[in-house]
């Protein structure tokens, strides 16, 4: 087991008709809600915000996109600071609690472009504004962890950014604000969540068992409750479980002691900025090549995760690292999302701009930094189908 800090200041207020605790948890001050596209008006979640909030000074931003642009946020940033706002609030899913957490941290930057704050993937950020959220989709993790992705829209860059200064104080989870969800933000968010723990786990053994059982549950689990939530969307058990895995399988927990690797996801943003795909179906395309290309480096673990989540113990080693390849092929298939370049209208003229981005930036990606630009191209071919 590597060594490992654990740190973890947020408070999480989880279950149905928890909304209300915002009239006791939100410090006085003003208040400036943050959210979307305006789905939380339609699903009833703004109304019971608001009136939770009355008495509060409340003042709104809207507009945060599915993947926040910093232009937008840069806007948010000058509202805040002309209006003297002192609590910020999102309202919404991931997108909108990631733009909150830059904007946060953009208000008090004190250096030329708050650019730099994601090109040094937050490590100059000395102050943030406190702020909290209220989750309407379980995908990203951003509801109880520190990081955040935010693209630049005008030259299609994509970057992330973490802090300690950039967890929310609560957050509160009502798995019954997920009940109007449509099935393409459930499945992305099954997807994203999946991978989330698949990036923490799927690397090599440092013989960290609980890190690995408490991976290996959060993968069943979700697996299962895939299945429960297609067949009764409106379980509440089968949304709170959904919500609860999206949050543990990333606020830490399981990253306590164990490499990580990333690789899916630093692929995934290169191709959701240049051609605009949903965060989770670049991830439930890249990963299964990631697995098959990088298959001698993380062996040991795919059989084991074959092993334990998917119950295969007969063939070979190969035979059997590649069928835990095909059941998560399958998985993904099997709820609606794609696994192939073709299925999203891209071909192998997708692959040379991502693997040109790599190398001038100079990455070199995965648990042991050996996923090069070349190897890039590799997993991007092999994903390429028919």
Not at 32 to 60: A, D, R, W
Not at 155 to 183: A, G, H
Not at 310 to 334: D, V, Y
Request: charged share 25%; with cysteine.
């Amino acid at each position: 087991m590597d060594n490992f800090v654990c740190y973890n200041p947020t408070k999480v207020v989880f279950g149905k008709g928890t909304i209300k605790e915002l009239a006791t948890l939100t410090p006085k001050g003003k208040i400036l809600l943050i959210y979307g596209g305006g789905s939380i008006k339609k699903n009833g979640v703004y109304t019971q915000v608001m009136e939770t909030l009355k008495g509060s000074e409340v003042f709104e931003f809207s507009g945060i996109e599915a993947n926040p642009h910093y232009e937008t946020c840069m806007r948010c940033v000058k509202y805040i600071k002309e209006k003297g706002i002192t609590f910020l609030l999102a309202v919404g899913g991931g997108s909108v609690i990631d733009a909150t957490k830059f904007i946060a941290s953009a208000v008090y930057f004190e250096g030329a472009n708050p650019w730099d704050i994601l090109e040094k993937r937050g490590r100059n950020i000395t102050k943030a504004m406190p702020f909290a959220s209220v989750l309407t989709l379980p995908a990203t993790g951003s509801e109880m962890d520190r990081a955040a992705v935010i693209t630049k829209w005008v030259t299609k860059e994509k970057r992330d950014m973490s802090s300690d200064l950039c967890y929310p104080v609560f957050s509160i989870l009502d798995p019954e604000t997920t009940y109007t969800l449509p099935q393409r933000q459930i499945t992305n968010g099954i997807v994203d969540s999946f991978t989330h723990v698949m990036e923490q786990y799927l690397t090599y053994p440092v013989r960290n068992q609980i890190a690995d059982r408490f991976a290996e549950s959060i993968l069943i689990s979700l697996i299962e409750e895939a299945d429960n939530v297609a067949s009764n969307p409106h379980d509440y058990d089968t949304r709170a479980n959904l919500m609860w895995c999206a949050t543990l399988a990333l606020n830490g927990l399981i990253a306590c002691g164990v490499p990580q690797d990333w690789s899916t996801h630093m692929i995934g943003h290169e191709l959701t900025a240049l051609h605009g795909l949903d965060h989770g179906v670049t991830l439930s395309i890249v990963l299964p090549g990631t697995m098959n290309v990088m298959r001698d480096e993380k062996g040991d673990k795919i059989l084991q995760y074959g092993q334990r989540v998917f119950g295969i113990i007969e063939g070979s080693k190969e035979q059997r690292i590649t069928q835990a390849i095909e059941k998560t092929q399958e998985f993904f298939h099997k709820i609606g999302s794609p696994i192939y370049l073709s299925e999203v209208g891209l071909d192998q003229s997708c692959i040379a701009p991502i693997v040109k981005r790599m190398k001038d930036r100079g990455w070199a990606l995965g648990e042991r930094g050996t996923i090069t630009p070349d190897k890039v191209k590799a997993i991007l071919t092999d994903r390429l189908g028919k």
